[in-house]
T-cell receptor, first 113, second 112 residues
């Protein structure tokens, strides 16, 4: 079946602009995670959604980062007023329930110039 | 705060020889994952280890977990070129949401 999909695959933006990254989880997966992978920081957890519960935002690095999940499916990660240090690969993962194995999407490579 | 340390970070391997990657974590956790990442690609799940003494094998890779020592190992038997990749271990936080805390990754390069 279809895996986790993300769009766009690559995004180049100018410093100060807002960007939106999209994640389509595996159908039926109730849990959705966003991670960031950068050379300096490695792989970092950003935010987690489980069903209709309030999201766990404990990994968001600043208030410029936000995410929403509509209808318990698609999620959008928004970065406002992008900075060069936001350049990274943003990975989305989903799992069947909060204790399930996480399956990762192909990622969105964000470059802030 | 849960920390995960992998070593070595880089490993140059010769074809046909055996190697081990180590993953230490700092606090109690009930599951550990090993992922593989090829350059420019996403993460591919290799193993999920759930209990003390768990051992899983797939091809030339074998992973084990010692929860008392907070240590997992990934053993490579008779390395071949197509094992060249970066390998991450990741541990669940046990907080709500079971977010993964990753090690920095071990980049393997196999030469003949």
């Amino acid at each position: 079946g279809a895996g986790v999909s993300q769009s766009p695959s690559n995004k180049v933006t100018e410093k100060g602009k807002d960007v939106e990254l999209r994640c389509d989880p595996i159908s039926g997966h109730t849990a959705l995670y966003w991670y960031r992978q950068s050379l300096g920081q490695g792989l970092e957890f950003l935010i987690y959604f489980q069903g209709n519960s309030a999201p766990d935002k404990s990994g968001l690095p600043s208030d410029r980062f936000s995410a929403e999940r509509t209808g318990g499916s698609v999620s959008t990660l928004t970065i406002q007023r992008t900075q060069q240090e936001d350049s990274a690969v943003y990975l989305c993962a989903s799992s069947l329930g909060e204790r399930g194995e996480q399956y990762f999407g192909p990622g969105t490579r964000l470059t802030v110039t | 705060e849960l920390k995960v340390e992998q070593n070595p970070l880089f490993l140059s391997m010769q074809e046909g020889k055996n190697y081990t990657i180590y993953c230490n974590y700092s606090t109690t956790s009930d599951r550990l994952y090993w992922y593989r990442q090829d350059p420019g690609k996403s993460l591919e799940s290799l193993f999920v280890l759930l209990s003390n003494g768990a051992v899983k094998q797939e091809g030339r890779l074998m992973a084990s977990l010692d929860t008392k020592a907070r240590l997992s190992t990934l053993h490579i038997t008779a390395a071949v070129h197509d094992l060249s990749a970066t390998y991450f271990c990741a541990v669940v936080t046990n907080q709500a949401g079971t977010a993964l805390i990753f090690g920095k990754g071990t980049t393997l390069s196999v030469s003949s």
